[in-house]
């Protein structure tokens, strides 16, 4: 236990400068470090990795930091060494050496904090080494992930039921920014929680108006709405070829705008990034590969040109709007077409099951893989050239290794986007024989040794950039004269990687032997329509307050309607704004039935509008048979 119950807040402010916790971060903090099985459900924005870092560093021992997002888990780890916490990561994507050492230096290294990949768990080297750490804190991110009901589902989380056997008596946290309430449940089953332990903040965002614009020239629109909303903003679509076409479409009517995908390189993403971050740019276009893990709190504006294909989904992009407190505002543009390329998703999500064995039997050719053989062989992959190599649809072949992934037959591990990274093979005296022969090499080697410790004992990521700069060379030159240095054994290089990889994880079998589950199909086209019928539903409503729904699809009730979204903010039918038309009904019809009411008597009670009372009240006695009006007096029937 703590010595005092203030040595949260003394970590928080010596680690972190801050004075106080943000709501619920307390509450989720203590419950971890009584060493109780936790859900924390906390909206995008909210403070999550707080959560497990603060009651993490008041233990003794390691915490494993589960996340799919390599980027994030890199960002945290960079995070926690500035501010004087050992950190480290594995990842899919280092090399078999590079894990081994890690996992060493967390057994005998003193590191608080390990992030590790979900693909990483089940491998049989880091079960071994876990069993040796001394771990306090099983920490969950993503945790929507691991449930087959959620929008996001990925079969190598459910490994972190069998890290839980090995680790029986450490506590979990499971945290998740959208969960609807059957995910929360399934998330707690499947993690094993040894009781039900729920701390959850209201999905409600007061200063964050919802908006949809039925409009056919969505760029214009698009356009219209940046000139009139100031500040920083997020514009989200479908395509990678859309964000270029989009931000080419801003700069050219003098907006400074950034595209952004997840086919950029690291060091392109990080410059895009940070541009924005920094307000040197206004606008970012970009695909769902952005955002994950950005915490800037002033974006005023985040615009949908493409609905996505959840409310989950839809909720965490909005999210990213307002997280200062601020009027923000989350805009969807949408046209008549896009209902019908919203089912479109449906098929494209679940090709027929032939064209997914054809797929399974295009991939063992395509690797020269033969039946019977190819069990845990891991091949680069480029979705795009085996597409073309046996004239397959893109969209749909990749939908089918999904499936297929999810059958068991492989491991489709995508965006594997590592930065280059350097270990010195030659020992400090061979090495400085070797100076002197080129002033670049010396150079380059200079900066190197200045600017990155530990080159001699562990792989270290580099920026070829960054040296280039700071060599006055071009980066390509850097980039040779590294490959070359790796040829005569001064220095181990793996340049900048990133390239899909499939593993199979079963042998190859015949086509007609390849067994699509039902799990894996069946069930899973059934929830996802089920998803997007509410995506279509919230796209075409016209009556009901936006925020409403929201909350209701997340099962949380609001009392009133928000007052800023584009349908609160209509004219109802009756000439007055649908909110106040809905408050005043909601509160006619409370009233006693089959009794005869003065208006008079019903507007001074409740200190109402007498217009608007008035418009409600005739309009009802117009069109609803539930209300009849006499005189200056109203019946509400049974």
């Not at 707690?188 to 039925?214: D, M, P, T, W």
């Not at 490959?483 to 990133?498: A, G, W």
């Amino acid at each position: 236990m703590p010595e005092s119950p203030d040595i949260f807040h003394q970590i928080l402010s010596q680690y972190w400068g801050y004075k106080s916790f943000r709501p619920l971060q307390e509450d989720i903090i203590h419950s971890v470090y009584e060493r109780k099985d936790t859900f924390g459900l906390m909206p995008t924005g909210g403070g999550k990795s707080i959560t497990f870092q603060v009651p993490a560093m008041a233990m003794e021992g390691i915490c494993i930091v589960v996340t799919p997002l390599i980027a994030l888990m890199k960002d945290q780890v960079d995070n926690l060494k500035k501010r004087g916490i050992k950190a480290t990561s594995i990842h899919s994507g280092q090399s078999r050496e590079f894990i081994i050492s890690q996992l060493e230096n967390c057994i005998f290294g003193d590191y608080k904090f390990l992030y590790v990949s979900p693909e990483r768990l089940s491998s049989e080297i880091f079960q071994i080494k876990l069993k040796a750490m001394n771990v306090c804190l099983l920490a969950i991110d993503e945790s929507h992930c691991i449930s087959q009901w959620g929008y996001d589902f990925r079969p190598s989380y459910l490994a972190i039921a069998d890290i839980r056997k090995i680790l029986p008596n450490v506590p979990v946290l499971a945290l998740t920014a959208t969960a609807t309430p059957a995910v929360v449940d399934d998330i707690q089953e499947k993690l094993l929680f040894k009781e039900k332990n729920v701390f959850k903040k209201s999905f409600q965002r007061k200063n964050l108006a919802y908006i949809i614009r039925k409009s056919d020239n969505k760029t214009e629109t698009l356009k219209y709405i940046l000139e009139r909303v100031q500040g920083s903003a997020v514009v989200y679509v479908r395509s990678r070829k859309k964000t270029k076409e989009t931000a080419d479409f801003l700069k050219s009517n003098g907006f400074t705008a950034e595209f952004f995908h997840a086919g950029l390189s690291m060091e392109e993403k990080n410059l895009r990034q940070d541009r924005w971050m920094k307000g040197e740019c206004r606008i970012i276009v970009a695909t769902n590969a952005f955002g994950m893990g950005i915490d800037k709190p002033d974006v005023r504006l985040v615009v949908h040109l493409d609905m996505p294909g959840s409310l989950e989904e839809y909720y965490q992009e909005a999210g990213r709007a307002g997280r200062d407190g601020e009027k923000a505002y989350a805009v969807v543009i949408s046209s008549n077409i896009d209902n019908a390329r919203l089912k479109k998703q449906l098929t494209d999500s679940f090709p027929e099951k032939d064209l997914i064995k054809r797929v399974y039997e295009a991939l063992g050719n395509y690797f020269q893989i033969a039946v019977g053989f190819g069990l845990d062989t891991a091949h680069d992959f480029d979705l795009n050239d085996f597409c073309m190599a046996f004239k397959l649809p893109i969209t749909q072949t990749h939908s089918s290794l999904k499936i297929l992934e999810l059958c068991g037959y492989i491991e489709y591990i995508e965006n594997v986007d590592n930065a280059s990274r350097i270990i010195f093979t030659a020992t400090r005296e061979e090495l400085y024989r070797y100076l002197g022969q080129d002033k670049t090499i010396d150079d380059i080697l200079s900066v190197i040794l200045r600017s990155y410790s530990g080159v001699f004992s562990d792989y270290v990521y580099i920026n070829e950039s960054y040296i280039a700069a700071a060599t006055n060379v071009n980066r390509d030159t850097v980039y040779h004269v590294l490959l070359n240095l790796s040829k005569y054994h001064i220095i181990k290089y793996i340049p900048e990687k990133k390239t899909p990889i499939i593993i199979f994880r079963q042998v190859r079998v015949e086509k007609e032997n390849v067994r699509i589950l039902p799990s894996a199909y069946e069930d899973r086209k059934e929830r996802f329509e089920q998803r997007l019928n509410k995506v279509l539903e919230y796209n075409n409503e016209k009556s009901i307050c936006r925020t409403r729904i929201l909350l209701s699809y997340f099962g949380e009730n609001m009392d009133e309607d928000c007052g800023t979204c584009d349908i609160c903010l209509a004219k109802h039918d009756s000439g007055i704004a649908n909110k106040d038309y809905n408050k005043i009904q909601k509160l006619i019809l409370e009233q006693p039935k089959d009794t005869l009411i003065s208006v008079t008597d019903f507007i001074n009670k409740y200190k109402l509008n007498t217009d608007k009372a008035f418009a409600v009240i005739r309009f009802m006695a117009d069109n609803d048979d539930r209300l009849k009006l006499e005189d200056s007096a109203f019946i509400v029937y049974s």
